[in-house]
């Protein structure tokens, strides 16, 4: 995707050059994807790098940032346009992302809990609750 600027984090601007390298498969036994958000106060294109619990037709994302007590900014983009661009594999597609409503969130979380223990981990270490997103293609 061209002017398309990649997450500046260098683990995770690695796990991007490592995902593009595979044909999306950079890390065996993992659902990782690339989530393309438009910058709310940018405009520019932004990609990142994502682990996802598959849910139907679409995805699962937690928008945890390793525990931090601020939302990432992936998160922030696309709570601002919910239209993003998605890359599983080899395919990419348009799709819209959203919170999880508060009467789904209790059981997206624990789909997403029992896929990557790690989770919880990164909720006990931050006060905010941390957004359930749920990815589905157009």
Same mark, same amino acid.
């Given at each position: ?13 690695? &796990? ?32 990142? =790098?994502?682990?996802?619990?598959? &849910? ?6 937690? =928008?945890?940032?390793?525990? =931090?007590?601020? &939302? ?24 819209? %992302? ?16 029992? =896929? ?7 909720? %006990? ?14």
């Amino acid at each position: 995707m061209t002017g398309v600027l990649d997450n500046p984090e260098p683990f995770v601007a690695e &796990h991007i050059r490592r995902f593009l390298e595979t044909g999306g498969r950079p890390r065996p036994g993992m659902n990782d994807l690339l989530l393309t958000t438009r910058g709310r106060k940018t405009g520019q294109m932004r990609r990142t =790098a994502l682990v996802y619990v598959p &849910h139907g037709d679409g995805y699962l994302l937690a =928008a945890s940032n390793r525990g =931090a007590d601020r &939302h990432p900014a992936w998160y922030l983009n696309l709570a601002a346009d919910p239209e993003v661009t998605v890359q599983v594999g080899e395919r990419s597609f348009p799709a819209r %992302a959203r919170t999880a409503a508060p009467g789904e969130r209790p059981a997206l979380w624990r789909l997403i809990t029992e =896929a990557m223990p790690v989770y919880d981990d990164y909720r %006990a270490m931050t006060g905010r609750e941390i957004p359930v997103v749920v990815i589905e293609p157009r």
